[in-house]
């Protein structure tokens, strides 16, 4: 009988605006070594491709060699895990469709799968973190934009070409704020990291209360969050129309899909309950009257520098093994 090595690790690989870091992980879920560069280095994504793998094979070649890894799973911002590709990012360098999973393939001789980081943290949820365990849940990612990945009977739910999850660009204001993606009130410009911003600026338009918001040069929703943990009622009211933005939306969402629960990750989320005691709150009201009261509301299970890493590593295992090597 021909004897086949296990291959116990995969590379997790977490594309970042500003950072790109590789990570070997175990199949329990242990990062036995982790690397990082700049992705602004390479605005050409040949040229980025190249030092991604390079960056791969130093790592793997440092700890325990090539026969050991099984596959490569990369989180990506406007991935595709359907079409393998990041597609049409406003955020990265690089413009149009871009084969992403491909390319490395070519690059490495090993499988690769690659998704969005809602969909990768999902699934890294499901398999480490709060969702364990859970067959129907919703991850939201609250941070530069808002994504979902819906989980439906233990198995994410893409849609037919893979761009299902687009909560951020559903509309929750008629004729409101400009979106990126060209439309107008979309959720994302209420409940993102820019649309915190846009909102404590209407709230310090609506109010002549003092606020040491007033005082700030250029407004970031990190001041906001910070100025409400100290006790500013104007920041305070700012996540209050945030949450309730994001809790209404939610709430939509719940009462067409009908989830055990609704994970959290994502930047905004630092505001903890300035954010979610409203979003509970509107969610609550408005959610469809035989789902309320049954919809957990849940934080991420996982270190914030990890999750994504990590939902990387989970991808990898799913993909079906191919090697240049055996």
């Not at 700049?38 to 026969?67: K, Q």
Request: aromatic share 8%; charged share 20%.
């Amino acid at each position: 009988m021909a004897h086949t090595q296990l291959k116990t690790r995969v590379v997790g690989v977490d594309i970042g605006i500003d950072v790109t870091t590789t990570a070997i992980v175990d199949v329990r879920g242990n990062i036995l070594a982790k690397d990082s560069f700049p992705t602004g280095d390479n605005p050409n994504v040949a040229d980025y491709t190249s030092r991604l793998s390079e960056n791969i094979l130093t790592l793997v070649e440092g700890n325990g060699g090539y026969e050991t890894i099984r596959s490569v799973g990369i989180s990506a911002p406007s991935g595709n895990f359907r079409m393998g590709s990041i597609v049409n990012s406003p955020n990265m360098p690089w413009k149009g469709v871009v084969p992403m999973a491909a390319m490395l393939r070519d690059r490495l001789g090993l499988a690769v799968a690659l998704g969005n980081n809602a969909h990768v943290r999902a699934i890294g949820e499901h398999a480490y973190g709060a969702a364990h365990g859970l067959k129907d849940f919703i991850l939201v990612t609250v941070g530069g934009g808002l994504g979902s990945c819906f989980y439906s009977n233990g198995q994410p739910h893409l849609g037919q070409s893979g761009f299902s999850g687009e909560l951020g660009h559903t509309c929750v204001q008629l004729n409101g704020r400009q979106c990126g993606c060209g439309n107008k009130g979309c959720l994302e410009m209420y409940t993102s990291t820019k649309g915190v911003v846009l909102t404590a600026k209407e709230v310090l338009a609506d109010s002549d209360a003092p606020s040491p918001l007033r005082q700030v040069e250029q407004l970031t929703w990190q001041q906001v969050i910070a100025f409400c943990k100290d006790g500013d009622g104007l920041a305070q009211e700012t996540m209050r129309r945030v949450g309730m933005m994001l809790g209404v939306g939610l709430a939509n969402y719940a009462s067409v899909v009908n989830p055990e629960a609704i994970i959290f990750t994502g930047r905004v989320t630092h505001a903890g309950e300035w954010l979610f005691n409203p979003a509970e709150e509107a969610f609550n009201e408005h959610v469809f009257h035989n789902v309320q009261g049954k919809v957990k509301f849940l934080a991420s299970g996982l270190e914030e520098d990890e999750m994504d890493l990590l939902g990387a590593s989970a991808l990898a295992w799913e993909v079906e093994e191919y090697s240049l090597f055996k």
